[in-house]
């Protein structure tokens, strides 16, 4: 197993999978670690070109890393686990909601759709960083992630995440932005059967509300919640996030 990844919380307690957004680490759930080892074995990993999870050599598509996991949890001899990820990580989760559902027994995925963005932008800026790294991205980041009351009130904790892409792979980093240009599950979405909570920030500019509910609209067993937050919900919201995440799971 080449992923980075690490286990807190009880030994005994059900499993749950924490999968980080692009540009970040699994550092990014530190706020609800503590909240939800009460009632989970957490298990965090880093997804590939992030932190210490290598890009490989095969080129990174959304089944790559969906595949990730389930091979994470076989390594670890997990059958069943419950699910959690934001973003790329998100959108992770619905394809192992898709092709990987008996593997999870409920699962949330925050600030994401069936298909992020577009495929030129995402091929631009994967040039863009393998030609100029990191550092001019990540001082426009903040804007992406945070809302401007979150920007003026929390300015430490916005430089930290900026700091954390500043200091990731490029190439990792290019490669996953790759792999979001291809990653398209609109037509499939429909055929998720896993319990499912779609978690929205009202002010995210790169994953809408809109996007959110046309997941609800389609998906069985699936509900909403909007936070008022933007990109990185779990961030702003931390608490708020982690108990109905919490609420959600253990229903």
Known sequence: MDLDYRLDGP???????????????????????ETWSKTFRILRYNTRG?????????????????????????????????FCGISLGG????WLNRYA???????????TAAKIGHYEAWMSRAAQVRREGLSALADSA???WFSEAFLREQPAIVEHFKQDLRH?????????????ANADLRDEINALSCPLLVIAGVYDPVTTVSDAITLVQQVKHSELLRLPASHLSNVECS????QSVTQFLTR
């Open 50 to 82: 992030h932190g210490g999870s290598p890009v490989g050599h095969c080129q990174l598509t959304l089944e790559k890393l969906g595949q990730d996991v389930v091979a994470l949890l076989d390594h670890l001899h997990i059958a069943r686990a419950y």
């Open 11 to 33: 030994d005994n307690a059900p499993v749950l999978v924490l999968s980080n957004s692009l540009g970040t680490r699994w550092s990014l759930w530190d706020a609800q670690v």
């Open 239 to 242: 608490t708020t996030f982690a």
């Open 91 to 94: 959108l992770t989760g619905l």
């Open 168 to 180: 990731l792979s490029a190439q990792g980093y290019a490669s996953c932005c790759e792999a979001l």
């Open 142 to 144: 903040g804007s992406r």
């Open 101 to 111: 559902a008996d593997r999870f027994e409920r699962m949330v995925v925050a600030n």
